[in-house]
């Protein structure tokens, strides 16, 4: 969740280096998930405190998890907030729970030019049909699944994402209510009354499978049962073709418990589930799912026809009890791929100059950890802009501002603000946000965390690749920093929470924290998203971790397809309703249950914020979100007109022109020359090497 902390000027650092394979492999060994996350011991902590504004775990979550790092930005993280009684998108259902109860809901769509969401129905309520009362409890989770309870009812919902049923363990003999809001047209069961069909009028039809007979009757709009024990699940019948209800029949009796995202080796993540029942287990796939499945080995059945709607395209039907996703390699490293014109050092090593020049720590007025870091991060591109000239000159200036600049953040001195460690929920937030639910847009209840941690890393990997005895000096602080956004395991680390912002299931990260949000979680900014897992694989080649360097490109390579697969719309596209498609080129802010034209900062007529927020910063990295010189000259000419309006900042324009030169150097190039300001990111020295490392098409 981004707010108006981008309206001053957006960032820019330097493209992707796709330096040989053979001279990048090193750093790919294949090493297993335990071996990517033996890094992350470290006994640092930054020193704790007592936050005054984050909510109590303690309300939602059972009393054997509260004893670890409780994730912040997670699919279900509106069932632990406030009532806990707004709903989650667990495709390919809403799912919200209230009142010892819990909803069901297979959602419409509604779509404009200007935002798209899907509508929550209350399609089935299901609940102990004797009086409850009491909430529900959080009882375990895992990157695939969460296990809702509800205790006074004896029921336990696994809640697992892709599944076209919803499981419902009944504990203890209880008798079950199942309402809707819709008329009950039809209601009908086989011989043994394990297997009942009912029609709605609004066009539904769902089936309920249980695990032994089970006696239900109806009413115009309630289901109900005898006293039961055992399994139940219920899905909706994709449409009324007899071969999909075939499917349901055949994969009913196999249903999944949790499911958990394993890394087995670099750009690959295998899903693997716990199962109970009889028989293959039956999931759905979201596109960019179907996209990495078709890379890899698997021994997966993709049921092609088999298709569940959802805002994220079409959800279809794969049978296998574990997956493989397999993306293409994205080598990370400091620089640019094509390196620069000789004929255009010059130019840049002229404005390289007057930028370092323009250093100085001590007149630093910020404190915000947000637009800090973005400081810290333009200084370090221009030490490696300098580095890839061979202008070595400018280079100590560059790391005497590092080092004022990072070292009291690390060392708890800066005045003003500064790192904190906070246990409630396992993790770190800032002096200010401790106190101040706003403060550094939210950091202290862990809003936007990889994007102002991804800006600090960035510095420290430079540095440290600058100096490795400073690296080696500040590593246990450095890493911390790290853990606190991508720790894969809690037992190793018990500081952190697994992978804070990344969401295993959807393949990109969140944004929003522990805030209650009737659309879910949501992500403004996917390029800062991008430099934050960029940002730690670069600290992985300071520090020569080939463990770090292996977990940061396999994030950033999914972030990378995330983006390109749900922020980018390409003209003609089909993902979403032509209406949006014809008049957006970019996502504003993307929700688990929406997609919104505007921003947290500017409307959606600010196209160029659009553009600039999900460019911002400009890196060697930038390459590869924007390898699509196609849509990239559809994205600029759909942004151009914006930047003659009245009001127009110039630093958001120089985002719009850097792409412009993925396609047209010299034009680009013009504007670039002309502009009066920069972001507080970005500088004249990053925009002129990154034009002047383009070869246009």
Known sequence: MHSPHHLQNPIYIAPFKHSSYHQAKHHFTAPSEAAMVKQSKTNFIFPETQSTVLPDPSNFFSSNLLSKPLPTNSFFQNFVLKNGDQPEYIHPYLIKSSNSSLCLSYPSRQASSAVMYQVFSADLTISSKESSTGKHVISSYSDLSVTLDIPSSNLSFLLVRGSPFLTVSVTQPTPLSITTIHAILSFSSNKTQTKYTFQFNNGQTWILYASSSIKLSHTLSEITSDAFSGVVRIALLPDSDSKHEGVLDKYSSCYPVSGEAVFREPFCVEYKWEKKGSGDLLLLAHPLHVQLLSNADNHVTVLEDFKYGSIDGDLVGVVGNSWVLQTDPVFVTWQSTN????????????????????????????????????????????????????????????????????????????????????????????????HDGGGDFGFGIYNDHHYHLGYFLYGIAVLAKLDPAWGRKYKPQAYSLVQDFMNLDTKLNSNYTRLRCFDLYVLHSWAGGLTEFTDGRNQESTSEAVCAYYSAALM??????????????????????????????????????????????????????????????????????????????????????????????????????????????????????????????????????????????????????????????
């Open 339 to 434: 390196g620069v014109k000789e004929e255009s050092r010059h130019e840049i090593v002229s404005a390289l100059s007057n930028d370092v020049e323009g250093l100085n720590s001590s007149s630093i007025r910020e404190t915000s950890s947000y637009f800090y870091g973005k400081l810290i991060a333009r200084a370090a591109r221009l030490a490696l802009i300098a580095e890839e000239l061979s202008y070595p000159d400018v280079i100590p200036k560059v790391k005497k501002f590092l080092k004022e600049t990072i070292e009291p953040w690390l060392e708890g001195t800066f005045k003003g603000n500064g790192f904190l460690h906070d246990k409630k929920w396992g993790g770190i937030i800032t002096q200010q946000g401790s």
């Open 540 to 697: 992985g080649l300071a520090y020569g971790d080939a463990h770090l360097v292996s977990l940061g490109s396999t994030l950033t390579a999914l972030e990378i397809l995330g983006t390109k697969m749900w922020w980018h719309v390409e003209e003609g596209g089909t993902l979403y309703e032509e209406e949006f498609t014809r008049e957006n080129r970019i996502m504003g802010v993307l929700w688990s249950n929406k997609r919104d034209t505007g921003l947290w900062f500017a409307s959606a007529e600010r196209r160029e914020c659009r553009l600039g927020i999900q460019v911002l910063p400009l890196e060697p990295i930038s390459e590869a979100i924007f390898s699509n010189g196609e849509y990239v000259k559809q994205l600029v000419e759909w942004t151009l007109p914006a930047l003659n309006r009245d009001g127009a900042g110039e630093g958001w324009k120089g985002f719009a022109y850097a792409l412009e030169g993925i396609y047209d150097s010299e034009s680009a190039l013009q504007k670039i020359r002309n502009l009066r300001g920069f972001d507080d990111g970005n500088s004249l020295s990053n925009l002129l090497w990154w034009i002047h490392s383009r070869r246009s098409e």
